[in-house]
C-alpha cells in the first residue's frame, strides 16, 4: 500500500480526499506548517487550513496557533480508536434509523414475487439467510462439495440442533459424506443433466425455494453463480411440492 492507498482508505472511513491526504502528509512530518504539508501530501495549500479544520473536529490533529500556523497528527492507535468509533456510530445510527422508516410506505404486491441473487457470495448468503427462517424442514441438494461447506454448513447444523428436520440431498458421495459428518441426514439422488449446470437446490418449510445455477457454453451470461428464489408465494409452493417429490 502507497500513500494513496493509505489516502482513499481513510476516505472509507469517512474523511474527505484533502483531509485524508493532509493527515498522511503529517504522519511523514510529524509537526508542519500548512506550506510543508502542501509540498508532499497533494493538497494545494489553499486547501490545507479547510483539511486541517476537519481533522481538528474530529480529534485528529493538534493546532499550534502561530505564524505559520502548525499542525501534529495525534497517536495512531488515537487515530484508529477515533476513527472507528465514528464509524461505528455513524453506521449504527444509519440502520437504526432503516429499522424506523422500513415499512412505513404502503407495501407492494409482491405475494408471487420471484427473486434473483448474482454472485456465489452472495447466493451463500440468501441460502444461509432463509435456512435460518426455517420452522419445520429443510431440504438442501447439491453435487458440489464446496457448495456444502463454511457458512452453508454451518446454517444447517444449526437448524438442525434447533430441532428443524434437515435433509441433504447429493449425486456425489463427498457431499454426502461431509452431510454425514455434520450430523445432518444424508440421501443419494440422480445427477442433474450437465446442461443445467444446478448449483444447489433449497427448500424451506414447503413454501420457500431457491435454485442456482452455475455457467455452461450455453449460459455465457451467468457469472460465478446465479439464482432465482421466492418466499411464501403460491409459485414456491407449487416449485417445492416438484422439488420435494424429486428428491426425498
Do not use: C
Not at 457470495?121 to 440468501?126: C, D, L, M
Not at 446442461?195 to 445455477?213: A, K, P
Not at 455457467?215 to 422439488?243: H, K, Y
Amino acid at each position: 500500500m502507497d500513500d494513496a492507498d493509505a489516502a482513499a482508505a481513510l476516505t472509507e472511513l469517512g474523511l474527505s480526499t484533502y483531509a485524508a491526504r493532509t493527515f498522511v502528509g503529517l504522519q511523514k512530518l510529524g509537526v508542519a506548517s500548512a506550506s510543508e504539508i502542501a509540498q508532499v501530501a497533494d493538497v494545494p495549500r489553499s486547501q490545507v487550513y479547510g483539511a486541517a479544520d476537519e481533522l481538528e473536529e474530529l480529534g485528529l490533529i493538534d493546532v499550534q496557533e502561530g505564524s505559520p500556523t502548525r499542525y501534529r497528527p495525534v497517536d495512531i492507535d488515537e487515530a484508529r480508536e477515533l476513527l472507528y468509533d465514528r464509524l461505528h456510530s455513524t453506521t449504527e445510527g444509519a440502520f437504526d434509523h432503516l429499522e424506523t422508516v422500513r415499512g412505513q410506505q404502503a407495501p407492494t404486491d409482491d405475494r408471487e414475487a420471484i427473486w434473483t441473487t448474482e454472485g456465489r457470495e452472495n447466493v451463500t448468503a440468501r441460502v444461509t439467510s432463509l435456512v435460518a427462517g426455517a420452522d419445520e424442514r429443510v431440504l438442501f441438494a447439491t453435487s458440489r462439495p464446496s457448495l456444502l461447506s463454511g457458512d452453508v454448513a454451518d446454517g444447517l447444523a444449526d437448524a438442525d440442533a434447533a430441532g428443524v428436520d434437515v435433509i441433504v440431498a447429493s449425486a456425489d458421495a463427498a457431499v454426502r459424506e461431509a452431510a454425514s459428518e455434520a450430523g445432518l441426514s444424508a440421501v443419494a439422488v440422480a445427477d442433474a443433466t450437465p446442461e443445467l449446470s444446478v448449483g444447489r437446490v433449497l427448500l424451506v418449510d414447503d413454501d420457500t425455494v431457491l435454485l442456482s445455477v452455475r455457467p455452461t457454453a450455453e449460459m455465457q451470461s451467468v457469472a460465478d453463480e446465479s439464482a432465482f428464489w421466492s418466499d411464501g408465494t403460491g409459485f414456491a409452493r407449487v416449485l417445492a411440492a416438484v422439488i420435494r417429490q424429486a428428491f426425498v
